[in-house]
């Protein structure tokens, strides 16, 4: 009988002295040693792909302090922030090719100059003032209660779905990415990988019907290293495919067989894939944002060695619910966003897809105008930013609020009214995709309360 | 006299002509039975993986010569074995204390700690009443974070009344969720206070954001759910939560605003140790900081004792503090929202509305007229009928077992410890995807009611365990869990003191015969649930391996640990143990 005594030996004896022992992450490494040569694969021409790179600020992004109003609006902001606001000379001036609606001037927090960047180069564009909606509402209609608002508004769990879904009147956890995959997933030659994949673990973005999220992590896929398909490890790989492919009565049994098998399934594939795609040329930062959004472009560098045609991509970033000590802790966020996503669409031209890959933000809610002390508590609306050729950059979409403490666009202490609902936003997003006209309202059942469906952000 | 069913349904298991029996580790004969059970060794098993870190088969055999009952009653009244001492010693030693000592001192009370109970019980509570130390806040304060775990074990069994208020001052929650400094509106500076505190206790410690039914079914209205509260609230109650600060503030110019700003940690001059005293200690109130202007809107509910849930302008920030925190206690949301979060953590994913309607009723009254009697609710959820029944394979009821749990059970059920004591097991997260107090956010590492799509959102299901259990933590967790079982155990010639290694020898006797090891087995880490399929799978597996063809030779000792091993790990791997019924 064959031993299967390789891995049992690559055990303390390999091990003793080093360090990271007492890691069992580290002892994995001596398996991984074991893994097979892996196959180059060769890259095809761009072609008709197109994915959408949805990057998800956990907390509530204070976009409020990410883009600012300089020159006469300024004093409004600053009244508002008092303590918290950036002061008028650190800002980094934007140059819209198109007035904003209003007029006025706009500049970028101070770190984020990548963001500047690629606004005055007409790859990013920012949709302001946008936040959950059912129908387009007024202070008066607010204050009043004439017109519904979605449920739970101001909580971070609700308002994620709210913002990943948009389905505000139902139960409904089906999110917008992954209702889109539901509709085009069978256009890629490969349907064993699913068309959505997040770096950042579940979430209700990417879950459609039909489809939902396959997870990688800023490594990729990892193998489980004792059933790894080498002659030596056959039986006991047997033994353990027997009991995963077993009949089971449990649906959490059930639901536990279909993770490991795909989780199996899908490594090797992933594996190939990436180690088989040319190295990346493009620098990422070392920040959690950048490990992901790197990984993303490496998918992407793979896509044709994958098979894919059509993805949409989850990462995120936590840190955003800046209660406390905001001026130090949101700065280094936004540094992160900025260097991360400047980094990414840097990825996208070396791989020739600049003009079929599109990212966005997303994030619950803006955050309140008036000030706690030294953070800011939960909003409603924020500015979001969109990131690629194919965005018709260097403007502001929508009309920067007044920013008055219980001025016309304040519901109350500084919750900032949305004048744009996600579902314009996202269905912006979803047509330049391809979503059909008659296709959009069945993932936007609720878009045609909003004056316009294309917010226009969108070569 | 009860049915031996579990020594019956072994027998049916064992291939014929095989002997099954091995006296020294088989329970069930031999033993007085208590009225109240547990009848056999499954039955006591089965206790165990809930109410504690992992069975032993010491401690299987001891309760059931006690009984649930003795055994309850023992581990209710059983003293913690407290945290914050293991760090302090390690500082006492001249060891740097991080975050890492503090995980260290969770591994060692769980595996070691004879108060499991408690110990199981204030984990599950950690991840209710959840602080982190992946918020800049607080992740240098490895201290302060064992004596916050400390104060939930010191109440797992205390009034969930006195838990509230320890936690609210605890100026660990004040840095995680901001009420530290939270100071008093002043329109001058645009400032009010901060809310983050008052909406987390009541939508993730105390209430929730829906109206509840005493069954934890939620109430609605024309088909929508009833919210329990709106902004109005939590501003009320963000006002509540003002003019906290560290304790023993000196205030020898009158509480001047340099003061409350530039409050110092401990005593000035600073000792060492010591200067950070305050973060073992509760906040303090500053009355000038104190929001007393205006009245404040709290939770109205039927039978609310304030009127409309209104508190009066004025009064002292330590009696609008206690006044807030009766006004949410006393919501009875309270019992059925804790009831379901409780039976989740420690039994079942999808209880009843029966079940979370009994145990919400402990909560509410614990037989001597007491509200909040965590020991009550404990004994309820344990006790319940619900818990206690092994349902079928068919059924929904059991949940997914947490990563972390997995590997406490193979530690404890092998005797795993380190030649020097420690338990350098410092990133748990990076393989299992959790670690104690170090999830992403308040909303802890998975929902109370995360569901998967597909066949479970189709059932109307709920996982929350299942929302970590991401491709790469599949795996991840498959090779940490193996990772122990084959590489981490006692006597292997490359085995360092600082190695926390599992003990096989004893299990070697056993590994000669295939079907009294997997019968082992079954008992140990499955509860005796495996299926008639897996057990004789795992038993023609198990014999094969370097099986020469003759059951009557001795195997040596090195082909035997590999069936130990591979039947640990096939075990531990397999979706029959996963989810645990």
């Known amino acids: 009988m064959m031993k299967r005594r390789d891995l049992l030996l690559r055990s303390l004896q390999c091990a003793a002295g080093s360090a990271a022992f007492t890691a069992l992450s580290g002892k994995l490494q001596l398996a991984n040693a074991a893994t097979l040569q892996r196959p180059k694969s060769r890259m095809l021409a761009g072609g008709d792909y197109r994915a959408l790179v949805c990057i998800y600020l956990y907390g509530g992004n204070d976009a409020f302090n990410m883009v600012v109003p300089t020159g006469s609006g300024y004093a409004q902001y600053a009244t508002a922030r008092a303590d918290l606001a950036i002061p008028e000379g650190e800002l980094l001036p934007l140059s819209p090719v198109v007035p904003p609606t209003g007029g006025g001037s706009f500049g970028t927090h101070p770190g984020m100059p990548e963001l500047q960047s690629l606004f005055n180069s007409q790859r990013a564009a920012i949709v302001a003032n946008t936040g959950p909606l059912l129908y387009p509402i007024t202070k008066a209609e607010y204050t009043n209660g004439t017109v519904p608002v979605p449920a739970q508004l101001f909580s971070h769990s609700d308002q994620t779905v709210l913002w990943q879904t948009p389905q505000a009147e139902t139960q409904n956890r089906r999110g917008w990415g992954g209702r889109l995959a539901d509709l085009f997933y069978s256009t890629n030659v490969n349907q064993q990988l699913s068309m959505n994949i997040s770096v950042s673990g579940e979430n209700v973005f990417q879950s459609g019907e039909t489809i939902v999220p396959y997870f990688v992590s800023t490594q990729g896929a990892e193998a489980i290293h004792f059933v790894e398909d080498v002659p030596w490890l056959a039986e006991r790989r047997a033994a353990f495919l027997a009991l995963r492919d077993g009949t089971y009565a449990h649906p959490l049994q059930r639901e536990y067989v279909r993770r490991m098998t795909r989780a199996m399934d899908n490594q090797a594939m992933i594996t190939s894939a990436l180690d088989g795609a040319p190295p990346l040329a493009t620098a990422f930062p070392d920040t959690y944002l950048g490990r992901q959004l790197r990984m993303v472009a490496r998918l992407l560098s793979a896509r044709s060695s994958l098979q894919m045609t059509r993805q949409i991509f989850f990462v995120a970033a936590g840190g955003y619910d800046t209660h406390d000590a905001q001026l130090g802790d949101h700065a280094d966020h936004l540094a992160e966003l900025s260097g991360a996503i400047s980094a990414f669409y840097n990825a996208t031209v070396e791989l020739g897809l600049d003009q079929q890959v599109t990212s966005f933000t997303a994030s619950e809610f803006g955050r309140t105008l008036s000030i706690n002390g030294d953070g800011t508590d939960h909003g409603w609306g924020s500015h979001h930013l969109v990131v690629g050729g194919a965005v018709n950059g260097g403007r502001i979409y929508g009309t920067p609020p007044d920013l008055t403490i219980d001025g016309p666009d304040d519901a109350g202490w500084g919750q900032i009214i949305p004048t744009q609902s996600v579902d314009q936003y996202a269905a912006t997003l979803s047509t330049w995709y391809g979503l059909s006209d008659s296709d959009r309202d069945m993932v936007f059942p609720n878009l045609s309360r909003f004056s316009s469906p294309n917010l226009g952000f969108m070569a | ?581």
């Not at chain 2, 790469?472 to 190695?499: F, M, T």
């Open chain 2, 1 to 581: 006299m009860k049915a031996r069913c579990c020594m019956m349904a072994a027998l049916a298991l064992a291939a014929p002509g095989t002997s099954v029996w091995a006296a020294d580790h088989i329970f069930d004969t031999g033993l007085e039975e208590r009225a109240e059970g547990p009848y056999s060794d499954a039955e006591a098993a089965r206790f165990l993986t809930q109410a504690t870190f992992g069975p032993t088969l010491s401690e299987i055999r001891r309760l059931r010569d006690i009984g649930y009952n003795a055994w309850l009653a023992e581990q209710l009244a059983a003293p913690s074995t407290e945290h914050l001492p293991y760090l302090q010693a390690q500082q006492a030693q001249g060891l740097e204390v991080y975050q890492n000592s503090r995980q260290e001192a969770w591994w060692d009370r769980a595996i070691t700690a004879d108060d499991q109970l408690r110990q199981r019980v204030a984990f599950a509570l950690s991840e209710i009443l959840v602080i982190s130390d992946q918020s800049g806040a607080i992740e240098g304060q490895p201290f302060g974070m064992a004596n916050y775990y400390d104060l939930l074990l010191n109440q797992a069994f205390g009034n969930y009344r006195t838990l509230m208020y320890e936690m609210t001052v605890s100026p660990l929650m004040g840095h995680y969720l901001s009420m530290f400094k939270n100071r008093k509106p002043d329109a001058a500076l645009n400032i009010r206070p901060d809310e983050n505190y008052a909406r987390e206790i009541m939508q993730l410690f105390s209430v929730g954001l829906v109206m509840l039914n005493p069954d934890g079914t939620v109430q609605t209205s024309g088909g929508d759910p009833i919210p329990t509260y709106d902004q109005y609230t939590i501003r009320g109650l963000a006002h509540v939560f003002t003019g906290w600060n560290w304790a023993n503030c000196p205030r020898t110019q009158g509480g001047q605003w340099w003061e409350w700003e530039f409050c110092p940690i401990g005593p000035v001059p600073y000792p060492e140790p010591g200067w950070d005293v305050g973060w073992l200690l509760p906040m303090e109130p500053w009355e000038s900081y104190h929001a007393v202007d205006d009245s404040k809107q709290l939770l109205d509910y039927p039978g609310v004792s304030l009127p409309n849930g209104v508190l009066p302008a004025g009064g002292l920030a330590v009696d609008n503090l206690n006044a807030a925190l009766d006004n949410v206690f006393e919501h009875p949301n309270v019992g059925p929202f804790l009831a379901r979060r409780l039976i989740q953590r420690l039994v079942s994913s999808n209880p009843t509305p029966a079940y979370v309607g009994r145990v919400a009723a402990a909560f509410n009254n614990n037989g001597s007229g007491v509200r909040g009697d965590l020991g009550a609710v404990v004994r309820a959820i344990l006790m319940d009928p619900e818990a206690r029944t092994l349902a079928p394979e068919s059924s929904d009821r059991g949940k997914v077992r947490e990563p972390l749990l997995r590997q406490t059970h193979l530690w404890r059920a092998f005797n795993a410890y380190a030649n020097d004591g420690r338990y350098r097991e410092w990133n748990p997260e990076f393989n299992l995807g959790q670690a104690a107090l170090r999830s992403p956010t308040v909303f802890n590492f998975f929902l109370p009611d995360f569901q998967p799509a597909g066949e479970l959102t189709d059932l109307n299901l709920v996982a929350p365990e299942f929302q970590i259990a991401t491709d790469p933590q599949v795996a991840s967790s498959s090779n940490a869990l193996g990772a122990i079982a084959y590489w981490s155990w006692r006597g292997n010639p490359g085995q360092q003191a600082e190695d926390v290694v599992i003990d096989l020898g004893p299990e070697l006797p056993f590994a000669q015969n295939p079907v009294v090891l997997v019968d082992r087995y079954d008992l140990l880490l499955m509860n005796r649930t495996m299926s008639d399929a897996m057990y004789n799978l795992l038993v023609n597996y198990i014999g094969s391996i370097d099986n020469d063809g003759n059951p009557n030779n001795t195997l040596p000792d090195e082909q035997r640990r590999e069936r130990v091993q591979d039947a640990i790990w096939l075990i531990q791997t397999s979706p029959e143990y996963v989810v645990e019924r």
